[in-house]
Structures are given as C-alpha cells and as structure tokens.
C-alpha cells in the first residue's frame, strides 16, 4: 500500500489514489495554497449511510463515493481527502486540485475532508477523528493550509445535516481557536437548476443561456454575505459546465 509520505511527522499515513484505485479524473484545476479554510464533512447521503472500519472495506466505499460523484457529473471524487473508521486517509483530490465538496464560493479556497460514515445518530470514531486532527496539523506545517485558517462544517456554508447532528457539536472543541476564527456567513444560500430557461423553486429568474461561473470571485473580507444578491454560481458541480444552475440567498 503506498502512502503520501507527506506527513510522517504526524504519523499520518494517506494512502495515495493509485493504491486505493481511483479512477483517472476527467479534468483537473491546480489550487492556489495554502488555503483559508478547512471543511468538514461526513458521507452521509451516499450510499445508504455505509461506514468502513477496516482497510479494505474503506477502499471500497471511497472507489464507490468517487463512483457515485463522477455518475453525478463531478470530474473526479468531491473530497480532497476520506477517512474511514479505523482511521485510514484516503488522498481524494489531494492539497493540489481544487475540490467539489462545499458551496462553489469555497471549492477553490479550501480543503474539504469526508470522515465516511453518517453522524446524524452517531459520533465517529476516535480515530476517525485522531486521524482528521493530524491531517489538519500536517496540512499547516506542509504550507497548505494557512495558520490562520477557519474550519467549518459543511453546514456552516450551506444548508445541509452534513457534517451530522452529533458530530458537528463536537469541532468546536476538537479545532479550538481554528474553529469559526472567520465567522461563516449568516445566511444560506440554495441552488436550483435551470428547467426551460427558469430556475425551479422559487429561485431567481434567469433568462437564456449562461456559462456556469468559470472565473474565480475574489476573496471577501467577510465571506459569502458580501457577495451581491443574485449573483450567478454554480455549487458543487460548477466544474461540469452541463450542469445549470441559479441560486437565491434564503
Ligand atoms: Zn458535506
């Protein structure tokens, strides 16, 4: 099994994407480190719910989440990095590429990691998380994630359970000063797709043709709030321009 090696000083092994099989992705855009903030999710929603508390059945589940995300339009899998029950990281996307795994505003600007399970009912493991807490003091003493960087659940940044009920609770302590050092944005925002030219629900209105957003929104002293109303992005899926989306800040 081959490991990154990055981050022997942590004792972290992360099994590189060649020995857990992933698939060649279809595209790839290199991300500009090191990032400010730092994401947390769980896997719920995929795969009914499955954890992993081994090796090989972890390798399973992340050959089958990359599986279920590329099915889904993603380029390749969403995360840059899984961790599985028992502790074992999964190189995702890695630190190199951008990710598809929060609201688009924060797809380039952050590291998004998937702990594999479902914590709505449950917390993780402890090494589950061990291995996460590691992985973020790695990604700080590499240069890739910026000291001063903000770690929020998926839920801080749009509407979701993810990272779990029961989880979610516990990052504030886990993370410490890191955790919200930026304030996530007050408010949501939800997506829609575009059907015959109009966005559904009661999305904004957007008439004919638009390119999904392919150039990047500069980063704003507070975030997504300062965003305009109405602005034009695309979520998770922005970097499969089949897909069209609006969105309206709830
Ligand atoms: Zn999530």
């Not at 099915?71 to 961790?83: A, C, K, P, R």
């Not at 917390?123 to 001063?148: D, E, F, M, V």
């Not at 029961?166 to 925002?189: D, N």
Request: a negative charge; charged letters at 25%.
């Amino acid at each position: 099994m081959q490991r990154t090696g990055e981050c022997l000083e942590e004792e972290l092994n992360i099994i590189t994407r060649d020995s857990w099989g992933a698939k060649q992705p279809r595209k790839r855009v290199s991300m500009i480190t090191p990032v400010d903030y730092f994401i947390i999710h769980h896997s719920a929603g995929f795969l009914d719910n499955r954890a992993c508390d081994n090796l090989l059945d972890c390798i399973e589940e992340v050959k089958d989440i990359q599986k279920e995300h590329m099915d889904n339009g993603y380029v390749d899998i969403g995360y840059h990095y899984l961790i599985g029950g028992d502790g074992s990281v999964f190189e995702g996307r890695g630190w190199q590429y951008e990710g598809a795994h929060a609201f688009s505003y924060y797809n380039n600007i952050s590291i998004g990691v998937c702990l594999i399970g479902n914590f709505n009912g449950k917390k993780p493991t402890n090494k589950a998380t061990t291995a996460l807490s590691k992985l973020n003091t790695c990604l700080q003493r590499i240069g890739k994630l910026n000291l001063t960087h903000s770690v929020y659940g998926h839920r801080d940044v749009r509407q979701t359970e993810c990272p779990g009920d029961k989880y979610y609770p516990t990052l504030k302590e886990t993370f410490g000063a890191s955790w919200h050092r930026e304030y996530p944005p007050p408010e949501y925002w939800s997506e829609c797709r575009v059907n015959e030219g109009k966005c559904q629900n009661d999305a904004l209105d957007c008439e004919g043709e638009y390119k999904v957003r392919t150039t990047k929104i500069g980063i704003l002293p507070f975030g997504l709030h300062a965003l305009p109303f109405g602005t034009l992005l695309c979520p998770e899926h922005e970097e499969d321009n089949r897909i069209k989306c609006c969105i309206k800040r709830t």
